[in-house]
């Protein structure tokens, strides 16, 4: 599979964005999809994830009860719904995806990285 994200922009505090992760192929539905970010000169941190079976989702307790991870396996794409944007939470996002991949937020374990999107949040 090969991901593609996008959705990223310049927004102000307290904004939402929604990032969409398209994937190719046709066994999306067999993925394991994770969304993880990068600040400037920090280590990339786990964000949401969710697994191929049971749609189960896991989140970063910095982003809990704000952003939303979901799939449509329809239309073989992640999105990341994001509310209440903090400055903090400026980075590049990147999706990874790991197939038939329990839910982790180990980067290690996931075997599939798109491009990344930029999302800035100005205060």
């Known amino acids: 599979v090969q991901l593609q994200a996008s959705g990223g922009g310049l927004v102000q505090a307290g904004d939402s964005l929604r990032l969409s992760c398209a994937a190719s192929?046709?066994?999306?539905?067999?993925?394991?999809m994770g969304w993880f970010r990068q600040a400037p000169g920090k280590e990339r941190e786990f964000v949401a994830a969710?697994?191929?079976?049971?749609?189960?989702?896991d989140y970063a307790d910095s982003v809990k009860g704000r952003f939303t991870i979901s799939r449509d396996n329809a239309k073989n794409t992640a999105f990341l719904q994001m509310n209440e944007l903090k400055p903090e939470d400026t980075a590049v996002y990147y999706c990874a995806a790991t197939l038939y991949g329990t839910l982790t937020r180990n980067h290690y374990g996931y075997n599939t990285w798109g491009q990344g999107t930029q999302v800035t949040v100005s205060s």
């Open positions: 192929g046709r066994t999306f539905n067999s993925y394991t």
């Open positions: 969710i697994a191929w079976t049971r749609d189960t989702k």
